[in-house]
């Protein structure tokens, strides 16, 4: 359960549900409705993923939700958290579920094959053949097709109709036509025979039986019942193979002792050991030793990443090499791994614009092929044919009909196409996103974390007349410590290298030994000016360092040589950071950021998928250029401060564009919440990655056009599942009430539509 804040200050709870009982699209629509009237609650109930999620308004109680669920006819119950044990030898309720039906579809497969048989070919129809035909179908029908007479009574105690009250109708009537033709009319007579046609053809009712409709159609529906489930189940495997990543146990350090224990006691702070060929049992930072880690199970990158102390590492991912300890950091519902999980269960919950309409059909679907039914029947009797063929008739359109194909359509799609995404590392939030990345025309792509390297790096220092090139890295590096800027930690780092190595030169390096950190001067009065520089006192001086624009601020103006190598080095795509003091320019450092080596191919692969891409940097001009180039951008929108990212896309899309943006960072978090369609890459800051709709979990902009492509195919396929849903329905109810369709064929259609729309769906998985 989480919880949130309205705007009036009110709280708003949110709890899961697992729903039990549902049949088809219809029940979910029932159980939606009947929530949705409580004060204050909005449900959505997902038929693929069996479960409900509830928003209230203030305190939520859990208890009144199951009562209303149960209420309805079905049952409800919050989920057990992913680590409780079971009590019935880890077999889960669906589970269950399964292997009673697979029960009731053997059965009913090896009593309904002889009835069909019989009743197709005249050959095989022995003496008295439709007696044994009777005692055949009899348990298929009673005992085989239980489930869904049961459904049905419920459904029609609470006043509902659902897809098993089709099926109950249609199976019990050709059942009970058949006994009245046994017992009451001729069909019981010795040496009666009928064949068997794929259309209806009247006949003397008395003379017909209907055993073979019964059984086949309860046989197919089963079967169709029992793949379709399969088939969910192997959707939703994604999500938990997701949740059983993370490992077990733990070996945890006690002082110098290793004590084993289960992760779900792993606290904060804590430092475990992990042997070569371990997983990391939660997310942390390697406090000794030095490793590669394989995270190809987080971010789907097969390549080992190499760690040593002071990096961060992931849980649920395997040390490939040496020992390691780490230190928790986070535990529990905070880890990556769990953050993961629940942004997959979020987006398989909700439900896209298209789904809507679907399930606005399936809530009255019913009652209208009811309604069509008996009018066939009017008509076919009113029309002068015998009771038999107007029976008949009745009977295919009760059975050809099938809301559970639209209400599986877009989750099944959603369940695997998410599912394969986080297998890739690449977290849909929701299924509103999938329309979004079929209308986006134009790619904003953040310059630094995104396309380059995002580790800036000093390449030289520049210093101004009788100026000593240490003391203007010293006195810049003072200042840029105090900012967290990318730049600015460059400078800093440079610094502070320059300082331990002057102090491991100086006449007493035993002092440097027994205080190893290098210290930098203090700084005083220290102030950043966004987007600009900072500036502050050091060491007496009133030092500045950033762009040009800041020191004509102050009324400093660089000389002509300095400015002239500011040029050359922006025109060499590296960035010139002027450093002054004292009311005079005293020089420069130039910092560079490399190019990520696959940002040129994630370029081309953005372009093949029809998008225009941007370069936005707060770099200057000529430095944007020179990295845009590289990776094959013609469109570059430089020198923006981090404020004026969020105009910048607002503008783009005052120009009519659907704007995606790729951001990493603090301030690209308002910009990714105004693009069409954010993608936050998965190592920039939590803030951006909760502003965006889609996560890339690893730092490589390829993901992005995976991320899009994988979006716009699962988007396709639910398009795909509804029209043939739809064109099924559409056309097979009309052929069913001309008599076009015999009642068993009818069955095996039905049951073929809820399979496919699943089978289609499950093509997702080979999603490369």
Not at 566 to 578: F, P, R
Not at 596 to 611: C, D, I, R, Y
Not at 625 to 647: M, N, S
Not at 747 to 763: D, E, I, P, Q, T
Request: hydrophobic letters at 50%.
């Amino acid at each position: 359960m989480s919880t949130a804040a309205l705007p009036d200050g009110t709280a708003q709870n949110r709890i899961d549900l697992e729903i039990g009982g549902m049949t088809c699209a219809s029940c979910a629509m029932r159980i939606e409705k009947k929530l949705n009237k409580l004060d204050g609650v909005t449900a959505t109930v997902n038929y693929a993923t069996e479960k409900a999620q509830v928003t209230v308004d203030g305190p939520i109680d859990p208890a009144m939700l199951i009562a209303e669920v149960e209420n309805a006819g079905y049952s409800a119950a919050v989920p057990a958290p992913p680590d409780a044990p079971r009590v019935d030898g880890g077999e889960s309720g669906e589970q269950r579920e399964l292997r009673a039906l697979r029960h009731r579809l053997i059965g009913a497969v090896v009593l309904s094959v002889p009835v069909i048989l019989l009743a197709m070919i005249p050959a095989l129809q022995f003496t008295y053949w439709q007696w044994a035909s009777l005692a055949l179908a009899a348990p298929v029908i009673v005992w085989a097709a239980w489930p869904f007479h049961r459904a049905a009574w419920v459904n029609l105690r609470h006043g509902a109709a659902t897809m098993d009250t089709l099926i109950s109708l249609g199976t019990t009537a050709a059942f009970l036509w058949s006994l009245y033709a046994l017992f009451l009319g001729t069909a019981g007579e010795a040496g009666m025979t009928h064949g068997f046609s794929f259309a209806i053809a009247p006949s003397d009712g008395a003379a017909n039986i209907y055993l073979e409709v019964a059984a086949g159609v309860t046989m197919f529906v089963l079967a169709g019942r029992y793949f379709e489930k399969r088939a969910k189940r192997r959707a939703g495997a994604a999500l938990r193979a997701l949740l059983e990543l993370g490992a077990k146990d733990v070996a945890v350090l006690r002082g110098d002792v290793e004590t084993r224990i289960p992760t779900s006691e792993l606290r904060v702070g804590d430092e475990f050991v992990v042997r070569p060929g371990e997983k990391i049992a939660t997310d942390g930072v390697v406090a000794s030793g030095s490793s590669a880690v394989d995270q190809s199970m987080i971010t789907g990158e097969a390549v080992p990443v190499e760690v040593g102390v002071g990096d961060s590492v992931t849980g649920a991912t395997v040390n490939a090499g040496g020992r390691l300890v780490v230190r928790a950091t986070r535990v529990g519902a905070d880890t990556q791994l769990a953050q993961m999980a629940r942004l997959v269960e979020q987006a398989q919950t909700g439900k896209a614009e298209v789904q809507r309409l679907a399930d606005r059909i399936s809530g009255v679907f019913v009652p209208i092929v009811i309604a069509i039914a008996v009018a066939a029947l009017g008509a076919w009797l009113g029309a002068g044919f015998p009771a038999s063929a107007a029976f008949t008739a009745a009977v295919a359109v009760l059975i050809i009909a099938c809301p559970c194909a639209l209400g599986l359509a877009t989750p099944t799609a959603l369940l695997v196409g998410t599912g394969r995404g986080a297998q890739l590392g690449i977290l849909i939030k929701g299924p509103e996103v999938l329309e979004s990345t079929r209308r986006v025309d134009t790619v904003v792509l953040d310059k630094t974390g995104t396309v380059t390297e995002g580790r800036m790096s000093v390449v030289s220092v520049i210093p101004e007349g009788d100026t000593d090139a240490v003391q203007l890295l010293r006195l810049a590096g003072s200042l840029e410590h105090a900012s967290e800027h990318p730049i600015a930690r460059a400078v800093a780092a440079a610094a502070l290298s320059a300082e331990e190595s002057r102090d491991i030169a100086a006449a007493r390096p035993d002092a440097a030994l027994s205080d190893p950190t290098p210290r930098l001067p203090d700084v005083e009065s220290f102030q950043n000016v966004e987007g600009r520089g900072v500036s502050g006192v050091v060491e007496g001086r009133a030092v500045l360092v950033g762009r040009l624009s800041l020191l004509e601020d102050w009324a400093i103006h660089p000389s002509v040589r300095l400015l002239a190598a500011k040029a050359e080095a922006e025109a060499a795509g590296q960035t010139a950071v002027l450093v002054a003091w004292d009311g005079a320019a005293r020089g420069m450092i130039v910092v560079s950021d490399q190019v990520k080596p696959t940002s040129a191919e994630a370029v081309a692969s953005l372009k093949l998928l029809g998008l225009t891409p941007v370069l936005l940097t707060g770099d200057n001009e000529a430095a944007a250029r020179h990295i845009a180039a590289q990776v094959g951008i013609d469109e570059v929108i430089a020198e923006v401060l981090p404020a004026d990212k969020v105009a910048v896309v607002s503008r783009l899309q005052e120009q009519g564009r659907v704007v995606a943006m790729v951001g990493d960072g603090v301030n690209d978090a308002p910009a990714l919440a105004q693009a069409d369609l954010g993608m936050a890459m998965g190592t920039g800051t939590d803030v951006a990655i909760e502003a965006s709709d889609i996560t890339l979990v690893r730092g490589d902009l390829r993901a992005a056009a995976d991320a899009i492509r994988l979006s716009r195919r699962t988007l396709g396929t639910i398009k795909g599942n509804l029209f043939w849903a739809f064109a099924y329905n559409i056309a097979a109810i009309p052929l069913a009430a001309l008599g076009l369709l015999n009642p068993m064929l009818a069955g095996a259609a039905m049951a073929f539509s809820s399979v496919f729309v699943v089978g289609n769906s499950l093509r997702l998985r080979s999603f490369r």
